[in-house]
């Protein structure tokens, strides 16, 4: 099965903990993206990333973090700094020739 | 700024009346449009671009760069079309940042 993979589907983290919510793609995509969904406000830019080795800030980058070691994967740290992490996260990578994005199914962050 | 406005939260129409859902952006430059979909239980997808210039599922969207309005239409809604609809914009050369609208739910009602 191809696309676009997040685990895992539902999170559920203390306050004051960090954690990662995984990315994978076996799309061969160079571009990934990390977005939040909150209700009444669309998707947020988080980070994104145009090659291994490389990212950039979205709108809404205070208090989490990316890496990108490898093309297939670009995992999200969610870290305590993160004034109100509850919601809705969604991944996705962008194919080149046509500018199109794919996403993944998400993962729900609920902080307790 | 860079921004896309989706003034309708909700939607709501009968099945077989017009649908069009608005957009209109501000982006300094050349944006390449597009709206993205989400039905029930599914992956967020893309509908349709500016580029292509193409109907999809009976939807068309045309790009007024004098109004920097891409709105959505469809003349005879159906109940499937019931979703929720983006519209988003990107760069078109080095950085290609997506900029969502906020959504607007469409309900179609039988």
């Known amino acids: 099965d191809g696309g676009i993979t997040q685990s895992p589907k539902y999170l559920f983290r203390k306050e004051g903990q960090n954690v990662t919510l995984s990315c994978e793609q076996n799309l061969n995509h160079d571009a990934m993206y990390w977005y939040r969904q909150d209700p009444g406000q669309g998707l947020r830019l988080i980070y994104y990333s145009q090659i291994v080795n490389d990212f950039q800030k979205g709108d809404i980058a205070e208090g989490y973090s990316v890496s990108r070691e490898k093309k297939e994967s670009f995992p999200l740290t969610v870290t305590s700094a993160q004034k109100n992490p509850t919601a809705f996260y969604l991944c996705a990578s962008r194919e080149s020739s046509y500018n199109e994005q794919f996403f993944g199914p998400g993962t729900r962050l609920t902080v307790l | 700024a860079q921004r896309v406005t989706q003034p309708e939260k909700l939607l709501s129409v009968f099945k077989g009346a017009p649908v069009e859902l608005k957009c209109n952006y501000s982006?300094?430059?050349?944006?390449?449009l597009f709206w993205y979909v989400q039905y029930s239980r599914q992956r967020l997808q893309l509908l349709l671009r500016h580029i292509s210039r193409e109907s999809i599922k009976g939807f068309t969207a045309d790009l007024n760069k004098g109004e920097t309005s891409f709105h959505l239409k469809k003349p005879f809604a159906q109940e499937e079309d019931s979703a929720m609809y983006y519209c988003a914009l990107s760069g078109t050369s080095g950085t290609y940042k997506y900029i969502f609208g906020t959504g607007t739910r469409l309900k179609v009602l039988a």
């Open positions: 982006y300094s430059g050349s944006p390449e």
